[in-house]
Structures are given as structure tokens and as C-alpha cells.
């Protein structure tokens, strides 16, 4: 049998004289024969867990159910009914029983006396059709379970996550135990090991090594593999699948060796490739993030203004680790014996909204040097983000405060009201202007007198937004807890953001309070 793959054979037939000449001509081809007497005993056998039949060599006469039959249930079973079945009879030779043999099942119909090269090259040809078909289906599950991996990972925010999911999405895909290994600058490197097609992942650390020869681009690099005590389980082979990047650290995966075919080859190569793509979006994240943040802290001021008569505590709190960084700041300076404050936040949530939000401030700084007042500035701010920077847009609330008498002079563009918060009742100071980057005036001012005790809170939207609220009710959320605000300012921003900014953090927080106190 050149060429071709040994099979496990099943042969039907209640002769055990024809069994025998029939047995030994498959045997000589080198396939492995189990044989039956009766149709029932067939089934049985077909049924039987530990025979794994690949063709049915099916006589049609048979002593209790006759061989369409045996064909017709054959066929009707989800579990068999792609095996092929070859009838053969020395009685039923006639047109109209091949075509009923045919019609109930049957692949191919041989008549006796029957030609040995002639039977075993029917079973060649089934069989390759057999193989043809099942190798077509393992591959189209394989590449549904591969999109359904696809779509669990990419989900994912984090590096760990990604991995588990990666390497549950392997053992589904391959059929038995899988594990992958990446790294990043934040994690080190992780695997992740999955012991069966559905056993639970186990987070490894894992160490790198030198080799000398990467089978991705032929240089030298770095291998992850276990920690501790060689392979993941016997027979199991690390492979470089994949790299997104040139210089980039590729990705690992561990599959079993035995039975790894060219198919398997490819499969491996697009499942790598994918989570590769995966793990560098993650990474290109967490680098752009953290540069953001770094930028963004770095704008803000290091230490606060001491100004007599009026406390001040401020928070900026950037989103959870798995969402963007965004635009806010706060800003307090003295100025002339004023106190100048600002929070506000630019459109957006990338290191570009960082950035905008970096040149904003200090075009702000810049006019507030020439004059402190809030409507003059704001109308400035206002017309150099039109020439400059037309496609942004950005809230801001910034005042001027005589800390000696109270006065305060505010204007507010489309950013979310100034608390002002006085023996357990707040107020909404109301009065706004458009946001900055829209063409209207932005000078218009609000006057207000803090009396001694009076506090005002000034936040960014990230403390009154969370998913499943509308805004109103987050301002409301918001009032509520500032109703009860502590003597200690520290201690109150440290309460409100435990209790407001805990239901959901998709967004930076910047937070504010300016209290006026009695300078005696």
C-alpha cells in the first residue's frame, strides 16, 4: 500500500470462509481488520469506544438485519455516519439492489466473485475520501474555535488575561494541553498552562534564556520558557510562532509534538500571529498610557500656594489602569495677592488629549501673568484654541479670589458647576458660558462673597459620571456627599473619592476645594 495510511477496518459478513479470504487481503495491505458475524454485532462494535472503524467492508446478506439496514442506521448515527461502508454480495447482484444499496447508504457496491486489486482499490479511494472529509471538518472546527480564541483575547485589557485566554483558546483549538508565554516591560514574562482541552489555566512566571538562532528572523535572542523543572508536560515543544514587531520579544506557545501536522503547522502560525497582534496592542497601550500619564502628571502643580486665610486640597486621580488617560489638570497660583484657580479637562482620552492639555495650561499661565482676571483670560484662552488647536474642545472653570475679603470672580466654560458648600446646605453655582473652542464670548463673569466657612468644591466630570447614571443624578450622588464635608479637607477629598469615584472609574479625576477661613 504505497502511499497510503494504514486503517482500522470493520468486516461484516456471516461466511466465515469469505471473512477470512476478505481479512487477508486487507491485512497484506497492511490495514488492521475486526470482524463480525451479524449486523447487531457490527453496530455494537461501530458503537464500541475502543474501535476506531474507518471503513465497513458489509456483506448484504446477513442472518439477522440485512446489510441496507446495517447501512441505513449506519448513516442515520451522528456518530458514524461519516464512515464509509463498501457492500458486497455474491446473491444480491442486481441493478435494483445496488441502487437500493446505494440509496440507503452504501459508498460503493461490489458484486462477487470479486477481484482483490479491484476491492482494495475501492477501499483506497473511500478511504482517501474519508480522510479528505474528516481532515476538511477537524480543520473548520478548529478555525471556528480559533475565531471564537480570536475574539476572547482580544476582549482582554490586560497582558495575564490576554495569556489565559490565549491559552485556553490553544487547548480548545488543538485539542489537548497548550501553554503561551510574553512578556512586557510592566509583567515580565508570563505563561500561562492549560493541562487539557478544558482544564483550568495556571499563571507561571517564567524566566528568559538566551538561544542562538530565532526561527523568525534568524538573529539571537530570547526563549520563555518554565521556571522550574524543564517541560510542561511529557512531549510538549516550545515554538516561536510569532512577532509583531521587529526587535520585539516574539511569542511562545507550547503544544504537544506527537501528531502535529502541516495543517496543525498553519493553524499555529495564524493563532500566533493573532495573539501577537493581541499583545503588542497592549503593549502599545501601556507605553502610550504611561507616557501620557507621566506628561500629565508633570503638568500639575508640585506644591500648593500658601495663601492666608483659605485652606486648599486638591486630588488628580487617573482612570483605572485599563481605560485611557484623559485630559484633566487643576491649576493654583498667587497672583498680586489673588488667588487664581483652575480645573479643567480636554476633549479626549489619549496622549493627545494630554498633550492639548499641556499647551492649554501654559497658554493659560501665560495670560493670567498679564492679567489675573477670569473673563479676560478665558476670552483669550478661548481665541487661541479657534486659531491654533480649531479641531479641540475643553471645559474649564477658573476664579480669582481676594482672600482678605471673599470676593471671588468666576467664569465657567461649559464645565460642570462649582459646588459652594456652607454648614451642611450646597449650592450650585449656576452661570455658564460655551466651552472652550466654540466662537462665542467667553468673558462674562460670575461674582460671589465667601464668608468665613464656606467652602468651594470644584471637580471634573470623571467624579459625577459613571456607567448606568445619568449626569444629573451623578451631580446629585455628588451634592450629597459634600453636604457632610469634614474640618479636614484631606480627610474630606480622601472620603469622596473612596465613596464616588469606587462605582466606576473610566475617566481621570481632578478634584479641587478652596475653603475660606477666618485669618484671626
Given at each position: 500500500m504505497i502511499g497510503e495510511a494504514a486503517a482500522d477496518i470493520l468486516v461484516v459478513d456471516d461466511s466465515p470462509s469469505k471473512r477470512?479470504?476478505?481479512?487477508?487481503?486487507?491485512?497484506?495491505?497492511?490495514?488492521r481488520v475486526v470482524e463480525a458475524a451479524t449486523g447487531l454485532e457490527a453496530l455494537r462494535l461501530l458503537h464500541d469506544a475502543a474501535l476506531h472503524a474507518e471503513l465497513v467492508v458489509l456483506d448484504v446478506r446477513l442472518p439477522d438485519i440485512d446489510g441496507f439496514e446495517v447501512a441505513e442506521r449506519i448513516k442515520e448515527d451522528p456518530r458514524t455516519t461519516a464512515i464509509p461502508v463498501i457492500h458486497i454480495s455474491a446473491t444480491a447482484v442486481h441493478v435494483?439492489?445496488?441502487?437500493?444499496?446505494?440509496?440507503?447508504?452504501?459508498?460503493?457496491?461490489?458484486?462477487?466473485?470479486?477481484?482483490?486489486?479491484?476491492?482494495?482499490?475501492?477501499?483506497?479511494?473511500?478511504?482517501?475520501?474519508?480522510?479528505?472529509?474528516r481532515r476538511a471538518e477537524r480543520l473548520a472546527g478548529r478555525l471556528t474555535r480559533l475565531v471564537d480564541?480570536?475574539?476572547?483575547?482580544?476582549?482582554?485589557?490586560?497582558?495575564?488575561?490576554?495569556?489565559?485566554?490565549?491559552?485556553?483558546?490553544?487547548?480548545?483549538?488543538?485539542?489537548?494541553?497548550?501553554?503561551?508565554?510574553?512578556?512586557?516591560e510592566e509583567t515580565g514574562p508570563i505563561a500561562?498552562?492549560?493541562?487539557?482541552?478544558?482544564?483550568?489555566?495556571?499563571?507561571?512566571?517564567?524566566?528568559?534564556?538566551?538561544?542562538?538562532?530565532?526561527?523568525?528572523?534568524?538573529?539571537?535572542?530570547?526563549?520563555?520558557?518554565r521556571q522550574d523543572d524543564g517541560p510542561w508536560w511529557q512531549g510538549a515543544?516550545?515554538?516561536?510562532?510569532?512577532?509583531?514587531?521587529?526587535?520585539?520579544?516574539?511569542?511562545?506557545?507550547a503544544v504537544p509534538a506527537e501528531g502535529f501536522s502541516d495543517d496543525d503547522a498553519d493553524l499555529l502560525r495564524q493563532f500566533g500571529q493573532a495573539v501577537a497582534l493581541a499583545v503588542e496592542a497592549l503593549r502599545s497601550y501601556d507605553e502610550e498610557r504611561r507616557t501620557a500619564l507621566t506628561l500629565q502628571q508633570s503638568m500639575l502643580p508640585q506644591r500648593l500656594p500658601s495663601v492666608p486665610g483659605v485652606q486648599l486640597a486638591v486630588r488628580y486621580q487617573p482612570a483605572s489602569e485599563h481605560a485611557s488617560v484623559g485630559g484633566d489638570f487643576y491649576e493654583l497660583l498667587l497672583l498680586d495677592g489673588r488667588l487664581v484657580a483652575a480645573i479643567g479637562d480636554?476633549?479626549?482620552?489619549?496622549?493627545?488629549?494630554?498633550?492639548?492639555?499641556?499647551?492649554?495650561?501654559?497658554?493659560?499661565?501665560?495670560?493670567?501673568?498679564?492679567?489675573?482676571?477670569?473673563?479676560?483670560?478665558?476670552?483669550?484662552?478661548?481665541?487661541?484654541?479657534?486659531?491654533?488647536?480649531?479641531?479641540?474642545?475643553?471645559?474649564?472653570?477658573?476664579?480669582s479670589m481676594?482672600?482678605?475679603?471673599?470676593?471671588?470672580?468666576?467664569?465657567?466654560?461649559?464645565?460642570?458647576?462649582?459646588?459652594?458648600?456652607?454648614?451642611?446646605?450646597?449650592?450650585?453655582?449656576?452661570?455658564?458660558?460655551?466651552?472652550?473652542?466654540?466662537?462665542?464670548?467667553?468673558?462674562?463673569e460670575i461674582r460671589l462673597t465667601l464668608a468665613p466657612g464656606e467652602t468651594l468644591v470644584l471637580v471634573t466630570d470623571g467624579l459625577i459620571e459613571a456607567r448606568g447614571q445619568t449626569f444629573n443624578e451623578g451631580l446629585d450622588a455628588l451634592c450629597a456627599a459634600v453636604g457632610d464635608i469634614e474640618a479636614d479637607l484631606e480627610q474630606f477629598c480622601d472620603r469622596l473619592l473612596r465613596e464616588l469615584s469606587a462605582r466606576s472609574r473610566d475617566d481621570d479625576i481632578a478634584l479641587l476645594v478652596i475653603r475660606r477661613v477666618d485669618s484671626a
Open positions: 477470512y479470504v476478505i481479512t487477508s487481503w486487507l491485512r497484506r495491505d497492511g490495514h435494483v439492489d445496488r441502487t437500493q444499496g446505494l440509496n440507503r447508504g452504501a459508498d460503493a457496491y461490489l458484486a462477487e466473485p470479486i477481484d482483490p486489486d479491484e476491492l482494495l482499490a475501492t477501499v483506497r479511494a473511500k478511504l482517501r475520501e474519508y480522510r479528505a472529509r480564541t480570536t475574539t476572547a483575547f482580544n476582549a482582554t485589557t490586560s497582558l495575564p488575561d490576554l495569556l489565559v485566554a490565549a491559552a485556553t483558546g490553544a487547548a480548545r483549538v488543538f485539542e489537548g494541553p497548550a501553554a503561551v508565554a510574553a512578556g512586557s500561562v498552562q492549560v493541562d487539557a482541552q478544558d482544564g483550568v489555566p495556571q499563571v507561571r512566571s517564567a524566566m528568559r534564556e538566551q538561544y542562538d538562532h530565532d526561527p523568525l528572523d534568524g538573529q539571537a535572542g530570547t526563549v520563555l520558557f515543544v516550545w515554538r516561536v510562532v510569532a512577532r509583531a514587531k521587529p526587535g520585539r520579544e516574539p511569542l511562545h506557545v480636554v476633549a479626549g482620552h489619549s496622549l493627545r488629549a494630554a498633550t492639548i492639555m499641556a499647551e492649554v495650561r501654559h497658554a493659560l499661565r501665560a495670560y493670567l501673568v498679564e492679567d489675573a482676571s477670569p473673563g479676560p483670560s478665558m476670552e483669550r484662552l478661548n481665541r487661541m484654541m479657534l486659531r491654533l488647536l480649531p479641531e479641540e474642545i475643553a471645559t474649564m472653570c477658573l476664579l481676594d482672600p482678605a475679603s471673599g470676593e471671588v470672580r468666576l467664569t465657567n466654560a461649559g464645565h460642570p458647576p462649582v459646588l459652594r458648600v456652607h454648614e451642611g446646605r450646597v449650592d450650585l453655582v449656576e452661570g455658564r458660558v460655551a466651552l472652550l473652542g466654540v466662537p462665542t464670548p467667553h468673558d462674562e
